[in-house]
């Protein structure tokens, strides 16, 4: 979902799209949903995402692991955009 406001930021919004996939609502006769809503996402917010699952910690020597993972995990991306280009 790509809204001017995340879920953190406004539990209406948060509330509104939770009810929407839970179940399905009926207007005029019609039947609608359950939809599944996904929440776009900051890099950063994928990236810590990430390391987390790696458990890569972001203090002391781990910060230069996790460094070089979100390096490796980049370079892919910017060769891409550079034949694009």
């Known amino acids: 979902m790509i809204s001017p406001t995340g879920e953190e930021k406004s539990p209406f919004v948060r509330d509104t799209f939770k009810?929407?996939?839970a179940k399905p609502f009926e207007k005029d006769g019609k039947n609608?949903?359950?939809y599944?809503?996904?929440w776009?996402?900051?890099r950063e917010n994928l990236e810590a995402?990430?390391?987390d699952?790696?458990?890569l910690a972001d203090d002391g020597d781990a910060k230069n692991a996790r460094a070089d993972v979100l390096a490796r995990v980049q370079a892919p991306r910017a060769k891409r955009r550079g034949a694009m280009g």
């Open 19 to 21: 009810r929407l996939s």
């Open 32 to 34: 609608y949903g359950p």
């Open 36 to 38: 599944k809503v996904e």
């Open 40 to 42: 776009e996402r900051s």
């Open 49 to 51: 995402d990430l390391c």
């Open 53 to 55: 699952s790696l458990h």
